[in-house]
């Protein structure tokens, strides 16, 4: 599978309290509408637009985008693994994690995940929305804001 990566540092100029990964699989909450109205996926670059109050949080957040988002209705074990070896891959490096997935299946990718990767000492949040983050009462912003503060 191949991945886009970005980095947001909301601590500038002082040292973020702490780093945190985003891996974005897909899902309802990283659409935006376009102009015609159709569901595109969001870009990550532009989070800090959408939810300025991540500022407020002084935190180094990466994100690794999956390449094409998955609908969570198709998620099967490959992309499970994925996701574990994203998070072993970043484990030293990181002081927490953040999975945004589909709310359809995300049940089924944290349990799988939790054997997968057990005794941790580090946080694996997983959160998802029903509305886009583009939508004016979307529960996206407070998921990921709250996801992140756990993380």
């Known amino acids: 599978m191949k991945y886009k990566t970005l980095t947001i540092n909301t601590a500038v100029p002082s040292p973020p309290r702490a780093r945190v990964l985003i891996i974005y699989t897909g899902g309802t909450f990283g659409m935006i509408h376009d102009a ?44 499970w693994l994925a996701i574990g070896q994203i998070i072993q891959e970043h484990y030293q490096h990181q002081d927490g994690f953040v999975v945004l997935h589909g709310t359809d299946t995300m049940a089924y990718t944290a349990s799988a995940l939790s054997y997968m990767l057990q005794h941790l000492a580090k946080p694996v949040v997983f959160t998802g929305a029903q509305l886009p983050i583009s939508e004016p009462r979307s529960d996206a912003r407070e998921n990921l804001i709250t996801a992140l503060e756990i993380a």
Do not use: C, K, M, Q
Request: proline share 9%.
């Open 36 to 79: 015609a109205g159709t569901l595109l996926p969001f870009d990550f670059s532009l989070i800090l637009d959408h939810l300025p109050t991540l500022r407020n949080l002084f935190l180094e957040i990466t994100v690794i985008e999956f390449e094409h988002p998955i609908d969570s209705s198709n998620i099967d074990p490959s992309h």
